[in-house]
């Protein structure tokens, strides 16, 4: 009699290979969490590369704000009206300093200078603390406009050795003997304080567009005739940039072109 054949498959004896549910790449040697750590490490990488460069930058930008207001432009905060209505309270203007280092100071440039000798009262800051000086570094680069208490804003009327005086028949400021027709840009009358001085050298005569309120030089005539020293300027007023609706540039007045102004000074070549 036959024996019967098992009822086996022939492979049902053969070992099962298990399945593995990590990467393939395991098998071949490869920890899939050391690919995980170089991920992370890469975007930790890029990460700090990101903030080096944005501190970079920030620096960079900076630096060149803080240039920019040493050497060229440097903004100001307007905070009274004896310039009106050429400026008015709460304009911020730009001043040229590039400008006066290069050409120096000439006749109807409005000038931003440093208060030569107590012409304006004692300022106190109401900034303190960490407002204060995050306001202080701001305004030191350049980012916001300079409120110091020691600056002031004025019209230039005359340089060293003109003959300033106030005033002829028509109530103008007589400049070298030639009247000046300043209605065009100034307010109220001129003629508050009646003077006939010339210019010391190295100084300036300085007078705000609001005559009737401006303690200018008019008012300090005991001292170097009210003239102040050129070395206080600061820069020429260019450009009127906010409100945004009065923007414009601050030219110099034509009539200060008369070339007999310049012919009356005793130092022209």
């Known amino acids: 009699m036959a024996i019967p054949a098992r009822d086996t498959p022939s492979d049902a004896w053969q070992p099962q290979e298990l399945t593995n549910d990590l990467d393939p790449s395991t098998r071949r040697g490869k920890d899939p969490r050391r690919k995980d750590r170089r991920r992370k490490d ?32 440097q903004p100001f905060y307007v905070p009274s009206g004896s310039m009106e209505q050429t400026l008015q309270i709460n304009d911020r203007v730009i001043a040229s300093k590039i400008s006066t280092r290069i050409s120096g100071v000439e006749r109807g440039e409005i000038m931003v200078f440093k208060d030569p000798s107590e012409w304006l009262p004692l300022f106190e800051t109401s900034n303190s603390g960490i407002r204060g000086a995050l306001t202080q570094a701001l305004t030191f680069v350049g980012l916001l406009p300079s409120d110091s208490g020691d600056d002031l804003v004025k019209r230039v009327i005359g340089i060293e050795g003109d003959q300033v005086a106030c005033c002829n028949d028509a109530g103008q400021i007589v400049l070298n003997g030639i009247g000046l027709d300043e209605s065009s840009y100034i307010s109220g009358p001129t003629d508050q304080v009646l003077f006939d001085v ?60 008369n070339p007999s102004i310049a012919a009356g000074n005793p130092y022209a070549k």
């Open 42 to 73: 890469k975007k930790n990488s890029s990460f700090l590369r990101s903030v080096i460069e944005f501190v970079v930058i920030i620096a960079i930008a900076l630096g060149i704000a803080t240039f920019m207001r040493a050497f060229l432009i």
């Open 198 to 257: 010339t210019v010391p050298p190295g100084g300036m005569f300085v007078m705000g567009d609001n005559r009737g309120n401006s303690a200018d030089s008019r008012f300090h005539l005991d001292e170097n005739n009210g003239s102040v020293p050129i070395e206080n300027a600061v820069g020429r007023v260019v450009l009127v940039v906010w409100p945004f609706d009065r923007f414009s540039t601050e030219p110099i007045p034509e009539i200060f072109g």
